[in-house]
């Protein structure tokens, strides 16, 4: 939910809007070297320890950026407090009803959560004219690991969804050539027109989700580069509440988020570090999908027409 344009001004939303620069993340850079370091340094890349370390900030680092959704939609909405309440259940009943899906269809739930998130980084590219550009532009950050890491993908969508994952995988890497000549065309476009540091920051986290192990990659692009932006937008949102308040709500929040996620996900606290991670990404689409909804309805509540 970040950056150039922000949805208190009901504009749309995306971190590489045009004609306007986009500031590059400052733990970026330091980060991109340390994970650099981390993957190139040979067999230990895809240690045990490697894995549960990716795991835990993709988890730390990732969930606070959707820790807010529910205070920026009372106020986006104006809700009074038996409409907000309302929302909260509706929100906490998206996220279930994921669970559930994993639970009882978890091919099914597999596709929802690559859908999903393809088109909330999607959200990234907004110099791209239609969101169906944008989604097979967010989808990139899904086909680049599912092609340069076949094997690592495919065991953790087995992981995650029993032997058909395998067939997703290789969905993925069929769909991977469009995905990525559009973010490159999108690269191209955003360097072209002004953003230089965003096109480059970019670039080298989808080379990072080429070249480093997947639970690396995708680390170094979700917690360091599209989060940090988003978190951004969050601040323009409330621009009324201090760094404290801010801190303290979203710790409290993104506790929360794992706890429930450590009780409807099994294997999120399991020995085996390859279990571990399926399931934390199961968690994030646990979490994706209301904090998509709800900000789907944000948007088409303040684009609609006035009467």
């Given amino acids: 939910m970040a950056a150039s344009a922000s949805i208190a001004d009901g504009t749309v939303r995306g971190t590489g809007a045009l004609g306007s ?21 040979g067999s230990q890349s895809n240690s045990d320890l490697v894995t549960i370390g990716a795991l835990l900030v993709m988890l730390l680092g990732g969930l606070p950026h959707g820790a807010y959704d529910l205070a920026i939609g009372n106020r986006m909405l104006a809700l009074d407090p038996r409409r907000a309440f309302i929302l909260l259940l509706a929100y906490i ?7 559930g899906l994993w639970t009882f269809a978890p091919v099914a739930a597999l596709v929802v959560f690559l859908l999903s998130a393809a ?32 094997d690592e993908v495919s065991q953790l969508f087995m992981l995650m969804c029993g032997p058909q994952g395998e067939h997703v995988a290789r969905v993925a890497v069929a769909s991977g050539p469009v995905a990525i000549l559009v973010m490159l065309t999108a690269l191209a476009r955003a360097y072209m027109e002004g953003n230089r540091q965003w096109a480059l920051a970019q670039a080298t986290a989808f080379v990072g989700l080429a070249v480093l192990p997947p639970q690396l990659g995708f680390t170094l692009f979700f917690v360091f580069l599209h989060s940090p932006l988003h978190m951004r937008e969050v601040r323009r949102a409330l621009p009324d509440w201090s760094t404290a308040r801010l801190a303290s709500y979203g ?15 099994d294997n999120l606290l399991s020995e ?18 209301p904090h998509l909804v709800l900000h789907w309805i944000i948007d088409r509540t303040r684009t609609a027409p006035r009467q």
């Fill in 21 to 41: 620069s986009v500031s590059v993340p400052r733990l970026f850079w330091p980060a991109a070297l340390v994970w650099a370091w981390i993957g190139l340094s």
């Fill in 251 to 265: 710790l409290a929040i993104c506790a929360a988020a794992v706890l429930g996620g450590a009780v409807l996900v």
């Fill in 119 to 150: 088109l909330h980084f999607g959200e990234d590219w907004a110099m791209l004219n239609t969101g169906l550009l944008r989604a097979t532009g967010g989808a990139s950050v899904i086909a680049i690991p599912a092609i340069f890491h076949r």
């Fill in 93 to 99: 009943g998206v996220a279930l009803a994921m669970a």
């Fill in 272 to 289: 085996q570090p390859d279990w571990a991670l399926a399931s934390g990404f199961q968690v994030l689409s646990i979490l994706a999908a």
